[in-house]
Nanobody
Framework: QVQLVESGGGLVQAGGSLSLSCAASGRTFSSYAMGWFRQAAGKEREFVATTRWIGGSTYVAHYADSVKARFTISRNNAKNTVHLQMNSLKPEDTAVYYC??????????????????WGQGTQVTVSS
């Protein structure tokens, strides 16, 4: 069982930055694909970014086109944390952001069905 707790959401003006963190319990954190998803009001949950292990000490990251070059996902396996640095925020980035953990051995791990564990979510609001 893995428990995930997000933090770092808040209100920011367009063009600003926020950093989200997700703390995970469990001893096998390093083997999990860790993803960030978001859900805006009245919309379906969508993929934002993920980082997964591909061998040795190497991890690969994938991003939704809408956040590429603006968001960066990173993980610290020693601390069981994953982070999402969000820069150049836009009003359309406003959503509840969820951290997720799952087993994904290939591809981009874009589908939320890949992920078995979810955090409670943290609100990000970007004002124009």
């Amino acid at each position: 069982q893995v428990q995930l707790v997000e933090s770092g959401g808040g209100l920011v003006q367009a063009g600003g930055s926020l950093s989200l963190s997700c703390a995970a319990s469990g001893r096998t954190f390093s083997s999990y694909a860790m993803g960030w998803f978001r859900q805006a009001a009245g919309k379906e949950r969508e993929f934002v970014a993920t980082t997964r292990w591909i061998g040795g000490s190497t991890y690969v990251a994938h991003y939704a086109d809408s956040v590429k070059a603006r968001f960066t996902i990173s993980r610290n396996n020693a601390k069981n944390t994953v982070h999402l640095q969000m820069n150049s925020l836009k009003p359309e980035d406003t959503a509840v952001y969820y951290c997720a953990a799952g087993s994904c051995s290939g591809g981009g791990c874009y589908e939320d069905s890949v992920y078995d564990y979810w955090g409670q979510g943290t609100q990000v609001t970007v004002s124009s």
